[in-house]
């Protein structure tokens, strides 16, 4: 069964927005578990321009199902993970300052940096999981990391779909076989919507995890969060 964790940065967003707190970052993640979601994701950018690192631990202390921290590995992000220890960690290459992640780890290239900071996360019982384009060659070098998981990055498939599903996530089931080779779990996330994911969750073999936020707090403003939450789970065990 997929689970479903839902990524609160856009409640941040609206929270820093005023400078106060409303809406309530902590409150809204455990009505977000009581409603239904299987995990909650978090990802602090550099600037702090939604998630903040003082959110983190407030976070990890109400968090009762799986808390996942993602973001690219510098030296304050790993200091702060290493000092949370939340469930799992999912590691982007993202440069400082850009709008959102929209690329994997080009893991052949970084092998040496993932490898030694993935053993950190490890040797203090930290899952780890990579960020990762759905391609069977990155999974593989992705296997000689040590990493426990993979993310596929979703939002190729996301633009894709619209155009052509089965071309769209012919390089997923490809690249998810070979997670299996490599005895690797596979979460997914990016763009995926209430349109695009019963597809992919169908067609992926062993989809544990997808992480979803944009789409789905969007969502929200419409019909509110319990119900969205419904709905997003309706859609993943359809
Ligand atoms: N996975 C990663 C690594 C991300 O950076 C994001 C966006 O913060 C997501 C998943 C969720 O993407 P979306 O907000 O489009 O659902």
Redesign the pocket.
């Known amino acids: 069964m997929t689970r479903l964790s839902v990524?609160i940065?856009k409640v941040a967003l609206i929270r820093n927005a005023r400078g106060e707190n409303m809406p309530n970052l902590i409150q809204f993640a455990k009505d977000c578990e009581d409603y239904g979601a299987q995990g909650i994701t978090v990802?602090p950018r550099p600037d702090e321009r939604h998630i903040r690192y003082d959110d983190l631990q407030p976070l990890k202390d109400v968090v009762k199902t799986e808390f996942n921290i993602?973001g690219y590995p510098n030296e304050k992000f790993v200091e702060k993970v290493l000092e949370v220890k939340p469930h799992q960690v999912?590691l982007?290459p993202d440069p400082p300052g850009v709008l959102?992640?929209s690329e994997g780890w080009d893991t052949a290239k970084h092998k040496g940096f993932l490898i030694d900071i993935i053993e950190k996360f490890k040797v203090n019982g930290i899952r780890v999981s990579l960020?990762l384009e759905a391609d069977p060659e990155a999974v593989k070098s992705a296997g000689q990391t040590g990493t426990d998981r993979i993310?596929f990055y979703t939002g190729h498939y996301a633009k894709n779909f619209l155009k052509n599903k089965e071309n769209a996530i012919e390089s997923h089931i490809l690249a998810a076989k070979e997670a299996i080779n490599q005895g690797l779990g596979v979460n997914a996330?990016?763009?995926?919507n209430l349109d695009n994911l019963t597809y992919y969750v169908n067609a992926i073999p062993n989809l544990l995890e997808v992480?979803?936020?944009?789409?789905?707090i969007s969502d929200a403003l419409y019909y509110g969060i319990e119900n969205v939450i419904k709905m997003y789970l309706h859609k993943i065990s359809q």
Do not use: C, P, Q
């Not at 992480?211 to 789905?216: C, E, K, P, T, V």
């Open positions: 990524n940065n990802h993602e999912t982007v959102t992640s960020f993310e996330g990016h763009d995926l992480s979803i936020g944009h789409a789905l």
